[in-house]
């Protein structure tokens, strides 16, 4: 299991708006489990693009917040085609001038959970899993089958 932290409201996007993509200056050999996490800084520029309105940007949403685990997902492949000059099928999230790394299974928590982040990938703290985990087994319990 790792982490990456992302600025708000991208990481809203990615936890609630359908963000498959998430634009990294760094490719990664990592494949797996991640955890989405807002980091303290804010794309104050971003809250107005019509990319994140049309996600369903709501400063009031629980996963708006600041400094906390909103979502997880699965890292499936990082796409370095842009950075490359070449053409990719990312869609309309993916930024030309970045790696696109391509999540999976992205599942917004029922709560966000606090937790210091770090710039780029992360190594999550055994409690912070463990929390995670409690509380993605508790809500798939009260899911419909
Ligand atoms: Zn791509």
Known sequence: ???????????FAIARGGKTVS????PTAYRGPLLVHASMR???????S???QAAGWNPRDPL?????????ARLDDVCSAAVN????????????????WRLADIR??????VALGRPGLWQPQPTL???????????STHRPS
């Open 85 to 100: 000059g070449d053409p990719c099928d990312c869609g309309p999230w993916a930024d030309p001038s970045s790696h696109h």
């Open 1 to 11: 299991m790792q982490a990456i932290s992302v600025q708000q409201p991208w990481a």
């Open 108 to 113: 917004a928590l029922p709560r966000p959970i």
């Open 50 to 52: 019509p990319l994140i």
């Open 23 to 26: 634009n990294q200056e760094m």
């Open 64 to 72: 708006a917040t600041l400094g906390a685990v909103i979502a997880v």
């Open 129 to 139: 899993i463990a929390d995670v985990e409690l509380m993605t087994a508790s809500s």
């Open 42 to 48: 804010v794309d104050l520029g971003a809250c107005d």
